[in-house]
């Protein structure tokens, strides 16, 4: 497995505002928005250095659809591959704001999907959700314009495929067929861990018996995660709006300096290169009197050693 830290995505959070208050949600709310003329600045850097790919998180992106369009507009310029958009697939008042918002990003070039979350921790109304989808899969026609993101069980997915009038096939995808004025459904379903940190604390016991693989974050750690105060991150991980995870910001720092201050930094050096498991021993070795019990879950252990305060031991 190669490692080292070596980011192929920028991912912006344009806001922290959300239409939601989901329990496990692991941003703040506030009012905090992206400059869109630094955000482009930003992206302009990055295209220079070589990274071509985009994607959105938030918050809710929707909320801020001048950012999605300013971005989009950019990154289709350069050629940029989109990935995923994350969105509730609710955040409209009518069904007017939908059609008009999503026009006008799709309109800017953005071809990537639209990631939703739908479980019970996630309470926007299936209906709003459906809706959302049909819009999207009639603007784009295509298919696989939509993807499915889950914590906990499958269920509501299940209610939602009954309002499309479609099926879970396996446990892997949605699937609607084509009939008159709508080309179908086939969106991907993904389950995700509920990662107990912050408001979600106290939802699981991430404790266990065996610990996880290591995999050098070369996954979901492998993007420059730009939130909405500017603060850059490695990674999307349920660590990252820790301040000990920041490696520059966008209002002060270029794009370079940024790439090479996260290739100097210790803590990331050690994660990327050695290992979180290193960083659990570097740890242990100097809290000998706080024995960790195993976990399978690599972004808790992340959080927990930094909310422990594991950069003052490197
Ligand atoms: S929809 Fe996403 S950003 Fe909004 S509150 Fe829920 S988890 Fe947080
Ligand atoms: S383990 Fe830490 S660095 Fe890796 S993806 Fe999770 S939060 Fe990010």
Redesign the pocket.
């Known amino acids: 497995m190669s490692k080292g830290f070596r980011p192929t995505q920028v991912l912006f959070a344009p806001t922290y505002e959300?239409n939601?208050?989901?329990l496990p949600?692991p941003?703040k709310q506030g009012a905090t928005r992206l400059r869109i003329k630094t955000a482009r600045l930003f992206l302009g850097q990055y295209h220079r250095l070589g990274i071509k790919e985009i994607g959105f998180t938030?918050?809710?992106p929707f909320l801020y659809t001048g950012f999605l369009s300013a971005l989009s507009r950019q990154a289709a310029r350069y050629n940029f591959r989109f990935d995923r958009l994350m969105t509730?697939g609710a955040w409209f008042k009518t069904e007017k704001e939908l059609n008009v918002k999503l026009r006008e990003v799709l309109a800017a070039g953005f071809t990537g999907t639209f990631c939703i979350?739908v479980d019970d921790y996630?309470k926007a109304p299936l209906s709003k959700i459906a809706l959302f989808i049909e819009k999207a899969v009639e603007l784009t026609g295509w298919t696989q314009c939509v993807s499915f993101a889950y914590i906990g069980d499958i269920n509501k997915i299940r209610k939602l495929a009954i309002l499309l009038k479609g099926k879970i096939v396996g446990n892997g995808r949605l699937v609607v067929s084509p009939r008159e004025g709508f080309v179908g459904l086939s969106a991907q379903i993904t389950k995700i861990d509920l990662c107990p940190v912050g408001k979600a604390g106290k939802l699981a016991d991430p404790w266990g018996k065996k610990w996880f693989k290591e995999d050098y974050c070369q996954g979901p750690g492998q993007v420059l995660y730009v939130s909405p105060d500017g603060a850059v991150k490695p990674c999307c991980g349920f660590a990252a709006d820790l301040p000990a995870m920041s490696i520059g910001n966008i209002y002060h720092d270029s794009a370079s300096t940024i790439i090479k201050r996260a290739t100097k930094d210790p803590l990331l050096g050690i994660i990327y290169k050695q290992g979180l498991l290193k960083l659990r021993d570097v740890f242990q070795k100097n809290r000998p009197e706080e024995r960790l019990a195993p976990t399978l879950d690599r972004c808790f252990l992340c959080w927990y050693l930094q909310v422990k305060g594991v950069r003052k031991f490197l």
Do not use: I, T
């Open positions: 959300c939601l208050r989901c949600c941003q938030g918050g809710e509730n979350s996630h």
